[in-house]
């Protein structure tokens, strides 16, 4: 993440403030995310640490439930023999996905205690 990138992404929080800090180390409850420039952490001052877990849940059984669904189609042996290969590839990565965003959530969600 580069300095230029810092007023789209502080218009997109709709952050007072917004610093880059290569070397920061958060505090346990700090909730990360894991992006493809890095791991994010998100200081909410003032902030509702319970409304935060709140939505984690949310999006954790979300995805859970996705990641059923498409567990499902792969185990079952009619749609593997039916669908086209491209279609159960795209299925195994999203499977995939979904197991890594899962993973990424319950360790935000573990962190902030």
């Known amino acids: 993440m580069e300095g ?3 007023p789209t992404i502080a218009r997109l929080l709709n952050a007072e403030e917004l610093d880059l800090d290569p070397k920061y180390q958060p505090a346990p409850g700090v909730p990360v995310a894991m ?8 200081l909410i001052t003032g902030g509702d640490k319970q409304a935060e877990r709140d939505r984690l849940e949310k999006e954790i059984a979300k995805l859970e439930n996705e990641l ?3 567990e499902a189609k792969l185990a079952n ?3 593997i023999d039916r669908a086209p290969p491209n279609v ?5 990565r999203r499977k995939a996905d979904f197991s890594e965003q899962l993973a990424q959530l319950r360790k935000a ?3 902030m205690g």
């Open 4 to 6: 230029a990138d810092l």
């Open 35 to 42: 992006t493809p420039l890095g791991e994010l952490y998100l």
């Open 68 to 70: 059923q669904v498409v």
């Open 77 to 79: 042996k009619s749609f």
């Open 88 to 92: 159960v590839e795209e299925h195994r």
């Open 109 to 111: 969600r573990d962190v």
